[in-house]
């Protein structure tokens, strides 16, 4: 392996500290918040994590998608301090603030739907699906909602309906949300192709729900915990032509795939396609706890006087950072960066599946890309992708595994990743690639 310039391993991993704080962990918060990496973080900034034990790490994890702008970013942090200094909190619905319109019309003016839009805010992805869920309901006084399989919304009950992963996320938790219906995801790599996908979305309006009962289609532009996998453009077109049909709500889940992090501002700009609806998340605040609805007027405004809402929703300080999130997301060109970055790893990605039998595919959007570990007849190799990202952890590389299976390993690699770190991070992935295969 080459000599690395920015990972710097002091100890073993994990080191003597780390370990004593995992105890610590085990003995006092409650076991199912399972721990994937054995290091306790210190401190972070931009594209890596230092641990307790002195020992850097390049983060391809990025707080699962939550740090398109990297860690401890200035501007956010300054912009975060000032407001907690002013204020933090009033609950929006009790006393109003200005950061919550200022936040509001800035993202209404990116999304990608036309005529009279507005916005709600929120705290977690799963609050955003479910009040999505709510506004589309009360718009069309319809119960059902329609899903796919390979989803990620959420897990709270009615996004846990939605989330088309049983273990673990759904492993005795049930019963769920009723009038929640599951259907075919094209997937270019193991099908069903887009056509197939759709002929069976027109298939369930005859033998699992009656299209007039039906509120809502939410779907991911780009698949995330599903492995990466992206939408076909006939699809997204598909979907719109069948919700303009029948009078469905389209809500696009872009908590994961926004803020750049496809090579575009939102992932289904991509597809030049409408949605009504668009959920975010994850990176609009630099992980600081902030979800939002974003869409339609008519659809924004159908619930009741104080139909939604919440004691959080729209925190003045995460607001505040989410506002500088924009900034840098437009001052540092973070869109065109995911772009190049994408371009880099995608190709050095396509020498790995020539290389390596058992990457069985490369895909994804700008810098939202994943590898597929294959055995035999592509049988999912999900212990391969285990040793993978372990051996890619004692080299000094934190990924993260996807897909239902668990033998994708996905990119979530802050946007300003330097080039140098970059191309280290890549040399490493390769060696844990060598290591394991």
């Not at 019963?175 to 929640?180: D, G, K, L, M, R």
């Not at 960066?337 to 990457?359: C, H, Q």
């Amino acid at each position: 392996m080459a000599t690395t310039r920015t990972i710097d391993l002091r100890t073993e991993v994990p080191g003597p500290r780390s370990r004593e704080v995992l105890d610590r962990i085990a003995a006092s918060v409650a076991s199912p918040l399972a721990i994937t990496f054995p290091v306790v973080a210190a401190q972070a900034r931009g594209a890596t994590i230092t641990d307790v034990d002195g020992n850097t790490f390049i983060d391809f994890a990025g707080g699962v998608g939550c740090l398109n702008v990297g860690h401890s970013h200035p501007h956010v942090v300054q912009a975060a301090q000032e407001q907690l200094e002013r204020f933090s909190h009033t609950d929006f619905t009790v006393v109003p603030y200005e950061l919550y319109a200022e936040l509001a019309e800035r993202l209404l003016a990116r999304v990608p739907i036309a005529g009279p839009k507005k916005a709600a805010f929120f705290n977690a992805g799963t609050e955003a699906v479910e009040n999505a869920v709510k506004f589309a309901r009360a718009y069309t006084g319809r119960p059902a909602v329609i899903g796919f399989e390979g989803a990620f919304h959420g897990r709270t009950y009615l996004s846990l309906a939605l989330t088309s992963k049983t273990h673990p996320y759904k492993q005795g938790l049930g019963p769920f949300a009723p009038e929640v219906y599951r259907v075919p995801y094209p997937n270019a790599f193991r099908g069903p192709t887009a056509r197939e996908a759709l002929q069976a979305l027109r298939r369930a309006f005859a033998t699992l729900v009656a299209p007039e009962d039906v509120a809502a289609i939410v779907f991911e532009p780009v698949q995330g915990e599903g492995g990466f996998i992206p939408a076909a453009p006939e699809f997204v077109v598909g979907l719109r032509e069948l919700c303009d049909e029948h009078g469905i709500v389209l809500v696009c889940d872009e908590v994961q795939s926004g803020f750049g992090r496809t090579g575009r501002f939102f992932a289904i700009e991509h597809f030049g396609v409408e949605p009504d609806l668009i959920t975010v998340a994850k990176s609009i605040a630099m992980g600081i706890p902030l979800s939002g609805v974003l869409g339609r007027t008519a659809i924004m405004d159908a619930p009741v006087l104080g139909g939604v809402g919440g004691t959080y929703i729209g925190n003045p300080v995460a607001q505040a950072a989410a506002l500088a999130v924009l900034d840098v997301i437009e001052d540092e060109g973070l869109i065109e960066r995911s772009e190049l970055i994408g371009g880099v790893m995608r190709a050095r990605m396509e020498t790995w599946r020539d290389r390596f039998p058992a990457v069985g595919d490369v895909r994804g959007l700008g810098a939202m890309l994943a590898i597929e570990l294959v055995g035999e007849d592509l049988a999912p190799a999900t212990k391969v992708a285990s040793r993978v990202v372990e051996e890619a952890l004692a080299r000094g590389l934190l990924l993260l595994k996807a897909g239902v299976d668990g033998n994708c390993i996905r990119v979530l690699v802050p946007l300003v990743i330097s080039d140098a770190e970059l191309d280290e991070a890549l040399q490493v992935w390769e060696s844990a690639l060598e290591a394991a295969l």
